[in-house]
């Protein structure tokens, strides 16, 4: 090693070691560390950095998960909850599957779906304390403003000048019609406007169970900001989902939101003159159904999955470090490798874990809406639970025209949110001195 790479490795160490340190005294700190750094991932791309730094979030995730559970912390008697319980056999349903599928394709697999379920069990296993709750939300807010602000700026700068500074057509730089889609600080538009969807819902439940507080003024006042960078994003499902998510809001927690309906009427008015009807391109629509349509005939073929990792992300994934996948045409199977991308997640989980990996999916997905309903009620935060069962219902929607928990960070966030959300619904606790800081859960 050169003595450049040397002193450039210890200055890093340097650097690493005293926040190593300081999340592994409290792996809440890591936890939102990575709600803070995630919406940026996406830098990298145009970033001068080596490879390796991609790797940034596992190596994040994993210390903090270690910290979690490192010998020694003090423990309390909560429950591991239902819905952890079926992506464990979820994830076992697809271990399952590399009897019949390679196990470089299995291990791709299995790591874009399941690793980011794994910030929710950081989550459970350290509680997040009233102070830790409301910091997230502050982060969330601040996040979702500044990522919603870089997107409307790419619209001023158009695709020529993004090009030059790195990205690509059609990976990143993508159109509907005349219309480029923002991305922001992420990798693509889907990641872009499904994070602002969870951003939305989160921070105006918050705002509204305390509308006089200076954050909730911010956040009512960022939501025109917010709404019009989804806008330019140009994904569908997110709009809806959001729609979705507010209704719940305002029917279940906040009625006097009713009151905005003509106004939001107006606004979706203005949007429709102005290219609303972008969103709802029928080629795009028509491309998705010639997708879904041979799924009856696959599910037949192999009931319990084609396998871990031969569909979508996973199977992409798979494709680059090991380059043996094809291109998958609905209805023509062109190799015992399929890369299909189903655009839905439903459709995914049934094809790669067959009919019994979808049940547990649904289940899981039940579990986490009854465990957030539950925290609105016995809950010590329920208006961060409500949020909560918001994105749920709205993550449920937008599964059908995407692949939600493959797309970073989504599925990190989703299943962060659902293990605090969770958390705080479990029985209380009184923390002596000593452990104060460190409220925990039973492994």
């Known amino acids: 090693m050169s ?10 160490l340097a650097l690493v070691a005293p926040v190593a340190a300081w999340i592994w005294a409290r792996p809440q700190r890591g936890l939102l560390v990575l709600v803070a ?72 697999g299995m790591k874009v779906a399941f690793f980011g379920v794994l910030p929710g069990v950081a ?3 350290c509680p997040f304390e009233p102070r ?9 807010l601040t996040t979702g403003c500044v990522t919603a602000v870089v997107g409307l700026v790419q619209q001023l700068m158009g695709p020529a000048r993004l090009n ?17 889609r923002s991305w922001s600080t992420f990798n693509q538009p889907f990641a872009f406007g499904l994070f602002l969807m969870v951003i939305v819902l989160i921070t105006l439940a918050s705002a509204l169970d305390d509308p006089r507080r200076m954050r909730s003024r911010l956040t009512f006042a960022a939501l025109p900001l917010l709404f019009a960078a989804m806008f330019f994003s140009v994904v569908r499902t997110a709009w809806i989902g959001t729609a979705v998510g507010i209704a719940y809001l305002a029917v279940r927690r906040y ?22 009807f972008a969103f709802f391109d029928s080629a795009s629509a028509g491309d998705r159904l010639s997708r879904w349509r041979p799924i009856p005939s696959l599910v037949a073929e192999a009931p319990f999955g084609h396998g871990a990792g031969s569909a979508g992300a996973a199977a992409a994934k798979a494709d680059e470090l090991h380059g043996t996948a094809t291109t998958f045409t609905p209805g023509r199977v062109t190799s015992a490798h399929l890369v299909y991308q189903p655009d839905n997640s439903y459709v995914e989980v049934l094809f790669e874990d067959g009919v019994i990996g979808l049940a547990l999916f649904l289940v899981a997905l039940q579990l986490v809406w ?16 409500v949020g909560m069962s918001a994105v749920v219902l709205a993550v449920v929607v937008a599964c059908m025209g995407s692949t939600f928990f493959e797309i970073f960070p989504l599925d990190y966030l989703y299943w962060l949110l659902a293990g ?19 409220s925990v859960l039973v492994a």
């Open 370 to 385: 009854r465990a957030s309903r539950r925290a609105e009620a016995d809950g010590t935060d329920p208006a961060e639970a």
């Open 132 to 140: 830790d709750r409301d910091r997230l939300v502050s982060i969330l």
């Open 37 to 108: 750094l995630m919406p940026f991932d996406g830098l990298l791309i145009i970033a001068p950095l080596p490879s390796a730094f991609a790797a940034w979030k596992e190596a994040l995730v994993a210390l903090t998960l270690l910290a979690a559970f490192q010998p020694g912390r003090p423990r309390v008697g909560r429950t591991v909850p239902g819905w952890l319980w079926a992506m464990t056999l979820l994830a076992t349903a697809s271990l399952v599957t590399w009897f019949w599928t390679p196990s470089f394709q299995v291990a791709v």
């Open 3 to 12: 003595a450049g790479r040397l002193l450039a490795l210890l200055s890093a």
């Open 164 to 180: 030059a500074l790195g990205y690509d057509y059609n990976t990143v730089i993508r159109f509907t019609g005349s219309l480029m």
């Open 123 to 125: 989550a459970l296993r």
């Open 420 to 438: 605090v959300t969770t958390a705080s619904a479990q029985p209380r606790f009184t923390p002596v001195a000593a452990v104060a800081d460190e």
């Open 255 to 276: 009625r006097k939101m009713l009151r905005l309906l003509p106004a939001v009427a107006g606004l979706a008015a203005v949007a429709a003159v102005v290219g609303l």
